[in-house]
Each structure stands twice: as C-alpha cells, then as structure tokens.
C-alpha cells in the first residue's frame, strides 16, 4: 500500500526508533516577500537548524546544494548531479528520507519533488517542525555532520517537468495551466520579485498556502479536490503547474499527490523564466501603476 507523501509526527518519531530509521533532513530556508519589482531575497535557514531541529537531521540548503545555482531558470540538476550531491547527505537509491522545514513546508516540498523525481522512497513531515514540536516530541540543538554514501546510478522515474517550449505549443485557456501563487501575485497587483507582474494568459490560480490549514497541515483530499474543481480544473487530465520559480508549484504537487492525483508536471523555469522574454504575454488582473 502507498503510504502517502506525508507522514505524520508521531509516526516518525515511531520510525526513529526503528531498525533502519530514515535520513532526515531539514530544508529550511528564509524567502523573503518582496518590497520592489525584481527583489528577490533568500536567507539560509541553517542558523534556524542550528537552534533546534529534529534529533538527527541535517541541514541541507535546497536553493545551493540541490540546484544549480547560475542558472536564471530551471534550477534542477540533471538526475545523476543530483543523485551524487544526494550521496554526500547519506541518501542512497533506496534509502528513505523525511524531509520538512521551519520556515513554512515550502522547501520541503521542492526537496521531495526532486528526490521523488529519482525515485528516492521519500515522504513530508506533515506541519513541519511546528507539528514535531505541538506533538511533545523532542529537538535538539547538535549539529551533525552528514554520513556519505557510495554514489550510485540514478534516472529520471516519472516525467516531472514541462519546459517552456512545450508549454508554448498548448492551449493554455483549458483550466489545466494552474499557478500557485498568491491571488495578488497571481493579478499582478503585489511586487514581484521577477521582471514583470502578472499571470500566464489562460491560466487559472489555486494558491498553495490555501492547500494546508493555519497549522501548515495538509487539508483533506476532497477540500484539495474542491478547490481545483472550483478553479475550472479537469483532473481527470495532466494538471501543469507553474509560480515564481517552481518552489511553490510543488507545494502544489504535493497536495494534488495526497489526494490521488499524480498526472501533474511542473514548469520549473515559470515565471522566472517566462516574464524575461518581452514577447511572451502576461495578463493584469486590474490596472496598476508599474
């Protein structure tokens, strides 16, 4: 049986004390809200990590460690870089790894995107390290070093991504090009920390924080379902999802994954990528002054 993408507190820490406890690690990283068009502002989670942390976890910086850091877009390593970075933090083919954040389940879910991509048995600590905490389960403060493991051979196990060729050539005005932004990043009426505001035309806006409850839980499936429905969203068909920089989009897979749906891609260069060509179109919701 599946067991789901996520995993509870108390089982976890039930894991832990287990045969073979699963590698855990913490992506926590600071993304700050923008004050001017093009502010784009991250921060290392690593001292958040250091004041306390699940017992054993290591900390691993998602936007340097598990990206390629010059890249404008498409931040993903290809399979094998990844694999062999995902070796020096004691994760192997089939090792099984829980990851979560403090800093609110979004690094999280683009850590398991990645290593499920390749593959990797991996599963999200439902409400992240608020939830450990809530549940009385203890943290700790040492900082350990990673055990590597032999690198070993890794593909692609499902398709995961759609390019922006690709996504040139479809019909976006079917309610299946889904972004998961904020609804005012969404109508362009916020900064954005990209080079102009706006949407994909045709696109259709379910925002990842509404997936999850004010305790950053994962909602039940039929709310997840109902919002895409409510949003025009055929999920009998392939859902493609997009943001900023293809952080929040697999916050957005994450959900759809534990309600049942999997026919889902996400466009990793997203906005990032498609607000810097001046010829590809973006909608405005309502008039702003730019």
Known sequence: MNP????????????LSGGTPP????????LHRPQFD???RTESGR????????PGAIHVRVDTDLSVPAATHNHRPPPQELADRLAQFGIGADTPTVVYDSTGGFWAARTWYLLRWIGIPVRVLDGGLDAWRASGLPVESETRQAQPVALWSADRVREAWIDIDELREIDC???????????????GT???RYTRRGHIPGSVNVPARELFDDDGRVRPPAEIIDRYRDAGTDLDREVLLYCGGGISATVNALALVSAGVESIRVYDGSLEEWSADPALPLQVDEFVDL
Do not use: K, M, Q, Y
Request: hydrophobic share 50%; charged share 20%; aromatic share 10%.
């Open 4 to 15: 789901g993408p996520f995993i509870g507190a108390e089982e976890l820490f039930s894991a």
């Open 23 to 30: 590698v855990i690690l913490d992506a926590s990283l600071v």
């Open 38 to 40: 093009g502010d784009f």
């Open 47 to 54: 001292s958040r990590w250091e004041d306390a942390h699940l």
């Open 173 to 187: 005005d079917t309610g299946n090009l889904v972004c998961a932004l904020s609804p005012a990043a969404f109508a």
């Open 190 to 192: 916020e900064p954005t």
